[in-house]
Every structure is written in structure tokens, then in C-alpha cells.
Nanobody, 120 residues
Framework: QVQLVESGGGLVQPGGSLRLSCAGSGSILSIYAMGWYRQAPGKQRELVATVTDDSRTNYADSVKGRFTISMDNAKRMVYLQMNSLKPEDTAVYYC??????????????WGQGTQVTVSS
């Protein structure tokens, strides 16, 4: 059983900052990548940022230069530092991980999500 638990969401004014954290636990043998996705009301879930076990990162164009993703593989943690937040960043943010639980089983797992609201 694998769990991904997000924290750090909340209400912030435009231009403000938040830091999201995601903790992985359970039968994790190795992690290949972790990432953040978001889903705004009435919209499809979209990629925000991903990071691989060899530190390669990928960002959505809409967050480049404002958001920074990082991973502590030993602690099974991924972080998303969000600066210069805009109202259009308002969404439920989901943690995601591509990981191996046994020598033969590799899957993608999702957290429950954390709400981020950017509003004055």
C-alpha cells in the first residue's frame, strides 16, 4: 500500500507565495519521478511540474519562472514552491509519483489533493 499526502495549501493574495509538500509512505522500493498536477473547477487536470530521480525537471509554460519543484528521494518527499501567485493558479493541486513497489511492479500513484486559492 502506497500513500501520497499533500499539505501546504490555503488562501493567499495575488503576488503571494505558498509551498506545497507531498510525503510518500508505504511499500516504496524506488521512485522514478514525482510531480504536481492541478485541476481548476470545470477544467481538466493539467501538469504543473515534474522532477525525476536524476533531477530533471519539467514545467508547464504557465508556471515557468514562478514555481520550483524539488524532491528529496531519501525522504520520499516532493515540494512545490509557488511564487508570484495569480488568481488563475487557483485549483486543487495533486501530488503524483511513478514508483516501484516490488521488483516486478511499477505504477503511478496519486494523492488526495490540496486546495490552493489565490484571491484578494
Amino acid at each position: 500500500q502506497v500513500q501520497l499526502v499533500e499539505s501546504g495549501g490555503g488562501l493567499v493574495q495575488p503576488g503571494g507565495s505558498l509551498r506545497l509538500s507531498c510525503a510518500g509512505s508505504g511499500s516504496i522500493l524506488s521512485i522514478y519521478a514525482m510531480g504536481w498536477y492541478r485541476q481548476a473547477p470545470g477544467k481538466q487536470r493539467e501538469l504543473v511540474a515534474t522532477v525525476t530521480d536524476d533531477s530533471r525537471t519539467n514545467y508547464a509554460d504557465s508556471v515557468k519562472g514562478r514555481f520550483t519543484i524539488s524532491m528529496d528521494n531519501a525522504k520520499r518527499m516532493v515540494y512545490l514552491q509557488m511564487n508570484s501567485l495569480k488568481p488563475e493558479d487557483t485549483a486543487v493541486y495533486y501530488c503524483n509519483s511513478d514508483l516501484r513497489t516490488t521488483r516486478w511492479i511499477r505504477n503511478t500513484y496519486w494523492g488526495q489533493g490540496t486546495q490552493v486559492t489565490v484571491s484578494s
